[in-house]
T-cell receptor, first 113, second 116 residues
């Protein structure tokens, strides 16, 4: 089955700096890669996703890049703000959608004011 | 976006009792719902896929007799933790996918179970 590895497990950045979280996946059939943000005690929420037919997708301060050859994808947050502090999970699925998602281990992002 | 509601948000029970958690899709029909378990500071681990009108599909290592899943309608799935023990204490989250091949996954609020 699919194995998704996520790094780093914790990340602290100064407000205004950029944050990068990286994930690798093992199943070459995976073609859908969402990122979720989970605040403490709350539900995960989709913040951005990418499908394997594109290499990069951007939504305001958030961007995701995908390298299919290397089987890795990354989340980039620019101009970080304290409210960006949360746990971020990457995930992968071979179904082109949110079916049978395999999640990464999560990254605790702390944005220091 | 679509709304998935989960109830109760917190439950404390004695060892040996059973606990039922409900997951409802409020404004869309979900033929498939997913149940996850999340330990503190860990990732979401898929427990089972709940299929409306049929048996749930359990992930390897998840005891189907321990974690009973019922998906009786297109908007409701329930997870019953039977004969709960302290090691079953965890955060349980359900999710449902909106319709269409590219449907987004929406999560419930989660249920924190504490077994004394």
């Amino acid at each position: 089955g699919e194995n998704v590895e996520q790094h780093p497990s914790t990340l602290s950045v100064q407000e205004g700096d950029s944050a990068v979280i990286k994930c690798t996946y093992s199943d070459s059939a995976s073609n859908y890669f969402p990122w979720y943000k989970q605040e403490l005690g709350k539900r995960p929420q989709l913040i951005i996703d990418i499908r394997s037919n594109v290499g990069e997708k951007k939504d305001q301060r958030i961007a995701v890049t995908l390298n299919k050859t290397a089987k890795h994808f990354s989340l980039h947050i620019t101009e970080t703000q304290p409210e960006d502090s949360a746990v971020y999970f990457c995930a992968a699925s071979p179904w082109g959608s949110a079916r049978q998602l395999t999640f990464g281990s999560g990254t605790q992002l702390t944005v220091l004011p | 976006g679509a709304v998935v509601s989960q109830h109760p948000s917190r439950v404390i029970c004695k060892s040996g009792t059973s606990v039922k958690i409900e997951c409802r899709s409020l404004d869309f029909q979900a033929t498939t719902m997913f149940w996850y378990r999340q330990f503190p500071k860990q990732s979401l681990m898929l427990m089972a896929t709940s299929n409306e009108g049929s048996k749930a599909t359990y992930e390897q290592g998840v005891e189907k007799d321990k974690f009973l899943i019922n998906h009786a309608s297109l908007t409701l799935s329930t997870l019953t933790v039977t004969s709960a023990h302290p090691e079953d204490s965890s955060f349980y989250i359900c999710s449902a996918r909106s319709s269409g091949d590219t449907g987004e996954l929406f999560f419930g609020e989660g249920s924190r179970l504490t077994v004394l």
